[in-house]
């Protein structure tokens, strides 16, 4: 298993500001995933970050609006650029242990845009 | 277009008594399926999952059927429990060498257990 925490639990933001989560884990992974649940919502993955490359993003998401550090195999941000209220949603980092397919998630960040 | 369904957003059911949670596919390369229980400002936890060469797959209380010729999945909570009372998200996924398997989740199940 693993220990994940997230930084902001929660904020509240104007819009055209930008944010940046904060994820860490307690022991090294390979692969963190950051997911979005937007109110009523199921969870979507927004990208996939590996230790070392660029960030693969899934369909409907670019670079430019959700930008991705991934330092060391136990960190990684999410950046939310120009945000808008539609961008109001849960916020979720998840990880991939030696366990086949079980990821581990993040408690959130509940992030309201006004 | 989603890939994974749970038709029911809701489901009430008294204490010590059956919980069954639906799930519906429709991407035939899915493989591997999960659920998860979601409480109120946590994150998902894994509960339970299956591969596809299996039909059936328990875990205490908790047991998960999938009919892949239906692209159905069902989960049973026996007996359920207050503790219970959650949102039940089912997953899956596509098995891809390397890891780094990408989860396509439903919408949810709020399951209320009721005393």
């Known amino acids: 298993s693993a220990v994940i925490s997230q930084k902001p639990s929660r904020d509240i933001c104007q819009r055209g500001t930008s944010l940046t989560i904060q994820c860490q884990v307690d022991?090294?992974?390979?692969?963190m995933f950051w997911y979005r649940q937007q109110p009523g919502q199921s969870l979507t993955l927004i990208a996939t970050?590996?230790?070392?490359?660029?960030?693969?993003?899934e369909s409907g998401f670019v670079i430019d609006k959700f930008p991705i550090s991934r330092p060391n195999l136990t960190f990684s941000t999410l950046t939310v650029s120009n945000m808008s209220p539609e961008d109001s949603s849960i916020y979720l980092c998840?990880?991939?242990?030696?366990?086949?397919?079980?990821?581990?998630f993040g408690p959130g960040t509940r992030l309201t845009v006004l | 277009d989603q890939q994974v369904k749970q038709n029911s957003p809701s489901l009430s059911v008294q204490e010590g008594r059956i919980s069954i949670l639906n799930c519906d596919y429709t991407?035939?390369?899915?493989?591997?399926f999960l659920w998860y229980k979601k409480y109120p400002a946590e994150g998902p936890t894994f509960l339970i999952s299956?591969?596809?060469?299996?039909d059936k797959n328990e875990d205490g209380r908790f047991t998960v059927f999938l009919n892949k010729s239906a692209k159905h999945l069902s989960l049973h909570i026996v007996p359920s429990q207050p503790g219970d009372s959650a949102v039940y998200f089912c997953a899956a996924s596509p098995i891809l060498t390397g890891g780094g398997n990408k989860l396509t989740f439903g919408t949810g199940t709020q399951l209320k257990v009721e005393l």
């Open positions: 299956i591969s596809s060469i299996k």
């Open positions: 998840s990880v991939e242990t030696g366990a086949w397919f079980e990821q581990f």
């Open positions: 991407n035939s390369m899915f493989d591997y």
């Open positions: 970050a590996n230790q070392g490359s660029e960030a693969t993003y």
């Open positions: 022991s090294q992974v390979t692969m």
